[in-house]
């Protein structure tokens, strides 16, 4: 399985986004299209980025009955995204709904992974806020169970679950790590945060990086850091 950085492109228009891109010349990196782009592009971007040559994870957490989420789903199919997601909250019935809708008629389907806990949520926050008891490592290792119950290829965990994760699902289990920051840099409102070197160490297979990349003078440069960093 290739590992890669994954620039989450969280910008509010089609423009900013290019005008971000452009700063790349040549190179193509993965990229994640998020809530706050495809709601305001909707699948345009999707497909203009394809074009041009982009992997794209289309992060939209499906979270709903079923049926909708089949539906929603088979929509999707079509825009030639690499990777896409569901929150495993919704149980396995959802998820194997999700994999029926995303799967084309051919039988191919873009890789369709799962969202245990946001890397936002904290200990306090899982069984105060949302009514979860125990570890969050407890919820994430049994989400990720059900994921793969549900035939999924993964799942989005913090990097400190990973070896959890890949010891409870197999190693060839995708774990997808977000809430990822240099050694001392700002911690914005991430909680179970790692650096891209304790992610690579961990097992990750792909860290997705947003404001330490997008947010930063060079951008460009940020980005090899992180490469070189997780990538070895």
């Given at each position: 399985m290739a590992k890669d950085v994954i620039i989450a492109c969280d910008f509010p228009s089609k423009?900013?986004?290019m005008s971000f891109l452009e700063q790349f010349r040549d190179e193509r990196p993965y990229v994640k299209i998020g809530m706050?782009?495809?709601?305001?592009?909707?699948?345009s971007i999707v497909r203009e980025l394809k074009a041009r040559g982009h992997q794209i994870f289309l992060d939209l957490k499906l979270h709903d009955i079923p049926n909708t989420v089949e539906n929603a789903m088979r929509s999707l199919a079509g825009l030639g995204v690499d990777m896409t997601n569901v929150h495993a909250a919704g149980g396995v019935k959802m998820?194997?709904?999700?994999r029926r809708g995303l799967t084309r008629e051919d039988g191919?389907?873009?890789?369709?992974?799962?969202?245990t806990q946001l890397t936002s949520t904290n200990r306090e926050v899982m069984n105060m806020e949302l009514g979860i008891k125990g570890p969050v490592e407890s919820t994430v290792i049994a989400y990720a169970k059900n994921a793969a119950k549900a035939g999924l290829d993964g799942v989005v965990c913090s990097s400190r679950?990973?070896?959890?994760i890949h010891e409870a699902c197999g190693a060839g289990f995708m774990t997808v790590t977000p809430g990822i920051r240099l050694e001392g840099s700002k911690q914005d409102d991430q909680h179970r945060i790692n650096t891209p070197t304790q992610a690579r160490e961990n097992g990750t297979d792909?860290?997705?990086v947003g404001r330490p990349i997008t947010r930063v003078e060079n951008p460009v440069?940020?980005?090899?850091?992180?490469r070189e960093e997780f990538l070895g």
């Open positions: 423009d900013e986004t706050e782009l495809f709601y305001a592009e909707g699948p998820m194997e709904a999700a191919t389907r873009p890789v369709l992974i799962a969202v679950e990973t070896g959890l792909y860290i997705v440069a940020a980005y090899h850091h992180f």
